[in-house]
């Protein structure tokens, strides 16, 4: 199921808040830990981000020498 803006509000929220327990409209999310809440954002706003075509884009770029 994807994230919604208002879900992802919420989680910031609880954690500013210092609470592990988050509730979205009819359901209730309670967390083991502030760390785990924290990687459940962040993986959700990068899935946001992917859905609305806002995701980063990585680009390598390699050189090479011969020494000389």
Sequence with gaps: MPYTVEQIAAM???LASGVLRVRFADREMEYRSFKEMQAII???E?????????????QIHVSTSKGL
């Design 42 to 44: 962040d993986t959700a």
């Design 12 to 14: 910031k929220n609880a």
């Design 46 to 58: 990068a899935e946001l981000a992917e859905q609305s075509g806002a995701a980063p884009s990585r």
